[in-house]
């Protein structure tokens, strides 16, 4: 078959892009437009590959925009538990700086703020030792290919 022109292979691709649209076969869109099903089934590929690389990259980018937003709320959290602890160590230089007994509920904060400091370290290691979501596809694709090739 010879090559079309450019712009009769632009008009081909605009009729055939409206059956791949309204999601009709290859083989239908091919006996209404007469084109070869070889090359119908070639664009029909094409575009559905760009649909899946569109879709994929939007998850992802949103996985990864989402794994950001969570970073960063654990380390405003321990942002703001770290300024309470620097305000309870100062209360209590206060009270040590005078000879006076520290209170005990200045201790028990302390001791409070000290433990969700650890906590909140330890689920943001958690989160941070995690596999991606685009890891994680990626080698479940992997496995999968392989399965299929053996």
């Known amino acids: 078959m010879a090559r079309l022109a450019k712009?009769?292979?632009?008009?081909?691709?605009?009729?055939?892009?409206?059956?791949?649209?309204?999601?009709?076969?290859?083989?239908?869109?091919?006996?209404?437009?007469r084109v070869n099903i070889k090359?119908?089934?070639?664009?029909?590929?094409?575009?559905?590959e760009l649909i899946s690389k569109a879709c994929e990259l939007d998850f992802l980018s949103r996985q990864r925009q989402d794994r950001e937003q969570i970073l960063l709320s654990y380390d405003n959290q321990l942002g703001h538990l770290y300024?309470?602890?620097?305000?309870?160590?100062?209360?209590t230089k206060k009270?040590?700086?005078?000879?006076?007994?520290?209170?005990?509920?200045?201790?028990?904060?302390?001791?409070?703020?000290?433990?969700?400091i650890g906590s909140i370290n330890e689920r943001k290691g958690a989160f941070q030792l995690q596999i991606p979501a685009d890891e994680?596809?990626?080698?479940?694709?992997?496995?999968?290919?392989?399965?299929?090739q053996n």
């Open 136 to 148: 994680s596809l990626r080698k479940t694709v992997e496995e999968l290919t392989k399965k299929c």
């Open 95 to 116: 009270y040590d700086r005078k000879g006076k007994e520290i209170p005990r509920h200045l201790i028990s904060h302390k001791l409070q703020t000290i433990n969700l």
């Open 7 to 33: 712009n009769q292979q632009v008009t081909m691709q605009r009729k055939l892009r409206v059956y791949f649209e309204r999601n009709q076969s290859a083989s239908f869109a091919s006996q209404e437009t």
């Open 83 to 91: 300024d309470t602890l620097e305000t309870i160590n100062y209360e």
């Open 39 to 48: 090359t119908v089934c070639k664009y029909y590929k094409e575009w559905s």
